[in-house]
């Protein structure tokens, strides 16, 4: 894996940026930040923001999780009875929740294994049902709806159970900081070069926008290895695919 900044082997994701921008060796010192090492940060931080949507595009399923993380990309919220829709933004490390992957239940206040209900997509002439329930529609829920933010349980609970609603999801990656060294990005290892290659490229726009030849190398670079990362995805789950209310807690 590559780390952020490896001044002695010359491969870290800074050394790359030097490499690819042309920059002298040693301009940018995460140990020292200058202006300079905190804008290649950001640019570097907004190339993971560029390839997310590739990432979370093509399947309801977990495709892999930041380990930056230290915790899994699971949580459980409580049953309240009676409520039929929980508002879900973060995790309990307060990251931001990009995609549902799975919901389970325990499907009485006496249950101890979850069961999987179904999920209802939003052409579904029950979805309103599960939106906008009436008083007398309680019970163990069969099928759920995801919109936006919330989570809609059809029918309504007709029992309480703590952590019983059990959630997959995937979440934010963690950002990089100008004075990390040993820290890795977290998404698989052949695609570290694109958040260079993304940094890279907004700084020769700006810095270097008469070196037509390096700019058009780059932006080629790119859409190789996006292309590569389309491709991966695809065979690493050929199938397609976000949470807090306060209480929630990792499994």
Same mark, same amino acid.
């Given at each position: 894996?590559?780390?952020?900044?490896?001044?002695?082997? /010359?491969?870290?994701?800074?050394?790359? #940026?030097?490499?690819?921008?042309?920059?002298?060796?040693?301009?940018?010192? !995460?140990?020292?930040?200058? %202006?300079?090492?905190?804008?290649?940060?950001?640019?570097?931080?907004?190339?993971?923001?560029?390839?997310?949507?590739?990432?979370?595009?093509?399947?309801? !399923?977990?495709?892999?999780? +930041?380990?930056?993380?230290?915790?899994?990309?699971?949580?459980?919220?409580?049953?309240? *009875?009676?409520?039929?829709?929980?508002?879900?933004?973060?995790?309990?490390?307060?990251?931001?929740?990009?995609? #549902? %992957?799975?919901? /389970? =239940?325990?499907?009485?206040? *006496?249950? %101890?294994?979850?069961?999987? =209900?179904? /999920?209802?997509?939003?052409?579904?002439?029950?979805?309103?049902?599960?939106? *906008?329930?009436?008083?007398?529609?309680?019970?163990?829920?069969?099928?759920?709806?995801?919109?936006?933010?919330?989570?809609?349980?059809?029918?309504? #609970?007709?029992?309480?159970? %703590?952590?019983? =609603?059990?959630?997959?999801?995937?979440?934010?990656?963690?950002?990089?900081?100008?004075?990390?060294?040993?820290?890795?990005?977290?998404?698989?290892?052949?695609? !570290?070069?694109?958040?260079?290659?993304?940094?890279?490229?907004?700084?020769?726009?700006?810095?270097?926008?008469? +070196?037509?030849?390096?700019?058009?190398?780059?932006?080629?670079? =790119?859409?190789?290895?996006?292309?590569?990362?389309?491709? #991966?995805?695809?065979?690493?789950?050929?199938?397609?695919?976000?949470?807090?209310?306060?209480?929630?807690?990792?499994?």
């Amino acid at each position: 894996m590559a780390v952020y900044s490896d001044k002695t082997n /010359k491969n870290g994701l800074v050394q790359r #940026f030097e490499f690819w921008t042309r920059l002298k060796d040693g301009t940018i010192d !995460h140990a020292s930040p200058s %202006t300079l090492a905190y804008q290649v940060a950001d640019r570097i931080n907004a190339g993971f923001e560029k390839i997310m949507p590739l990432l979370l595009s093509y399947s309801d !399923h977990i495709r892999w999780d +930041d380990l930056n993380h230290g915790d899994r990309p699971i949580g459980t919220i409580d049953i309240v *009875s009676g409520q039929s829709d929980y508002t879900i933004t973060t995790d309990d490390n307060s990251l931001d929740i990009l995609n #549902f %992957t799975g919901v /389970k =239940i325990l499907a009485s206040a *006496s249950a %101890t294994e979850y069961d999987d =209900i179904e /999920k209802l997509t939003l052409d579904d002439p029950r979805v309103l049902e599960a939106m *906008s329930p009436s008083p007398s529609q309680t019970g163990t829920p069969y099928a759920y709806v995801e919109n936006g933010n919330d989570l809609f349980f059809l029918p309504q #609970f007709d029992y309480s159970k %703590t952590d019983g =609603i059990k959630l997959y999801f995937s979440r934010e990656h963690s950002y990089f900081a100008a004075s990390d060294s040993t820290k890795e990005a977290g998404i698989p290892k052949p695609f !570290h070069e694109l958040l260079v290659l993304h940094a890279a490229n907004d700084w020769l726009a700006v810095n270097r926008s008469e +070196d037509a030849s390096l700019r058009a190398e780059v932006r080629g670079q =790119i859409n190789r290895l996006e292309s590569d990362l389309q491709s #991966f995805i695809d065979l690493r789950n050929p199938t397609k695919l976000i949470i807090k209310p306060k209480g929630i807690r990792h499994r």
